[in-house]
């Protein structure tokens, strides 16, 4: 079983520093590009793609697009971060315990919210217990993870900046039995926008 890790990427300065942490967790990353977002990906763990879009919310456009146009395996786990993203240190290795087809966990928001961030995101964490935390405005992009076969019967609300949690909720409503939580485990929400995690924060390359 692979874990892929499926990502709208656009910040092309963050990807050294993407690097020095993804690395070591050994998963696959798929950072998905417009045209004209020119990367340099040079490992074997990193397979792109670029996808020609144009929609209102162009992040979810992009997962939509890999969801389409990737080969998907049917057994292998796929989540989804965003390019600032981050997982706590040993997070994948408890996901390679897991046999469920979809997995729900907990996110940590930081300790301050900068004035550079556009949404006023809060600090409090995201902690998903059961059925009803799946809800718009209450879980991020970041927090589950599905097998192929559960997420090619999925898309993201590319009409809306809160697909994220319309998604989740589609997820609670069509596959309610499937879902495993974990609670304890926590996934790091805007690690790298400056002045978010001040305390014990990231190291940029």
């Not at 706590?88 to 961030?117: H, K």
């Not at 809060?122 to 809800?135: E, H, K, N, S």
């Not at 090619?152 to 596959?175: P, V």
């Amino acid at each position: 079983m692979n874990i892929h890790i499926v990502c709208p990427f656009y910040r092309e300065y963050l990807l050294p520093t993407l690097i020095k942490y993804l690395e070591p967790m050994n998963i696959i990353f798929h950072p998905v590009v417009l045209p004209t977002e020119k990367v340099p990906m040079q490992r074997d763990w990193i397979i792109p793609l670029t996808a020609d879009i144009k929609a209102y919310a162009i992040a979810y456009e992009k997962l939509n697009a890999f969801i389409e146009r990737y080969p998907i395996a049917d057994d292998d786990y796929y989540g989804f971060m965003g390019d600032d993203d981050m997982y706590s240190p040993g997070f994948f290795d408890v996901i390679r315990q897991q046999t469920a087809n979809i997995l729900v966990y907990s996110l940590y928001r930081g300790d301050s919210v900068p004035e550079c961030d556009p949404e006023k995101h809060p600090t409090y964490a995201l902690i998903m217990r059961q059925l009803q935390d799946m809800q718009v405005c209450n879980i991020g992009l970041l927090q589950y993870i599905v097998k192929g076969h559960i997420l090619r019967q999925t898309r993201f609300n590319s009409n809306h900046k809160w697909g994220d949690g319309m998604y989740a909720e589609d997820l609670r409503n069509k596959f309610p039995n499937e879902i495993k939580f974990l609670p304890d485990l926590f996934a790091y929400g805007n690690y790298f926008q400056p002045g978010r995690f001040t305390l014990n924060g990231p190291e940029y390359v």
